[in-house]
T-cell receptor, first 113, second 119 residues
Framework: DGGITQSPKYLFRKEGQNVTLSCEQNLNHDAMYWYRQDPGQGLRLIYYSQIVNDFQKGDIAEGYSVSREKKESFPLTVTSAQKNPTAFYLC????????????FGSGTQLSVL | AQKVTQAQTEISVVEKEDVTLDCVYETRDTTYYLFWYKQPPSGELVFLIRRNSFDEQNEISGRYSWNFQKSTSSFNFTITASQVVDSAVYFCALSEAHNSGGSNYKLTFGKGTLLTVNP
């Protein structure tokens, strides 16, 4: 079955620690996205990538980093510079651009210890 | 700047009632796209519909229908004869061109409406 796989489902971060959230897709999509969801706040774009080895900052990129070395993979690192990392993180993909249908993963809940 | 407003934070209905979720948007572009997504308790957003700004035809899909009105910048979603399985958070979203060439689009989500359908 084609889709997007996010792991882990739950993640805990200690103060000063960097953590990496995994996102893999087998849909052969060019574009991939990371969103952050806070209760009652909707989805906010962190980073997106429209092609391998290229990515762009979204609306709330500070304290986060990404890489796109392979078409299938778009990992997100939450760095120690992100002072309020507790949130639900969603990875998504689309064929080429964000004016198309997005396919989402099942999300990672990140909490601070 | 583009904006999506879902004024209803939470709605609670009894099974078999009809319910309408409101979505109002703001954009300066003449070409844009509107979406609805459903987020059940499992967390994964599921695509429901995509509409472009030139297609004002209303759409019906089973118990779901969408009313797109450019005159009022609204794209409302109605569930007829609601069921418990319809309980979820519903997001409206707007995508407009981020550059003049149209190769880069910015997608903005509303804050979502939590729909609870009680048996």
């Amino acid at each position: 079955d084609g889709g997007i796989t996010q792991s882990p489902k739950y993640l805990f971060r200690k103060e000063g620690q960097n953590v990496t959230l995994s996102c893999e897709q087998n849909l052969n999509h060019d574009a991939m996205y990371w969103y952050r969801q806070d209760p009652g706040q909707g989805l906010r774009l962190i980073y997106y990538s429209q092609i391998v080895n290229d990515f762009q900052k979204g609306d709330i990129a500070e304290g986060y980093s990404v890489s796109r070395e392979k078409k299938e993979s778009f990992p997100l690192t939450v760095t120690s510079a992100q002072k309020n990392p507790t949130a639900f993180y969603l990875c998504a993909s689309s064929m080429y651009r964000s004016n198309e249908k997005l396919f989402f993963g099942s999300g990672t809940q990140l909490s601070v210890l | 700047a583009q904006k999506v407003t879902q004024a209803q934070t939470e709605i609670s209905v009894v099974e078999k009632e009809d319910v309408t979720l409101d979505c109002v948007y703001e954009t300066r572009d003449t070409t844009y796209y509107l979406f609805w997504y459903k987020q059940p308790p499992s967390g994964e957003l599921v695509f429901l519909i995509r509409r472009n700004s030139f297609d004002e035809q209303n759409e019906i899909s089973g118990r779901y229908s969408w009313n797109f009105q450019k005159s009022t910048s609204s794209f409302n979603f109605t569930i007829t004869a609601s069921q418990v399985v319809d309980s979820a958070v519903y997001f409206c979203a707007l995508s407009e061109a981020h550059n003049s060439g149209g190769s880069n689009y910015k997608l903005t989500f509303g804050k979502g409406t939590l729909l609870t359908v009680n048996p």
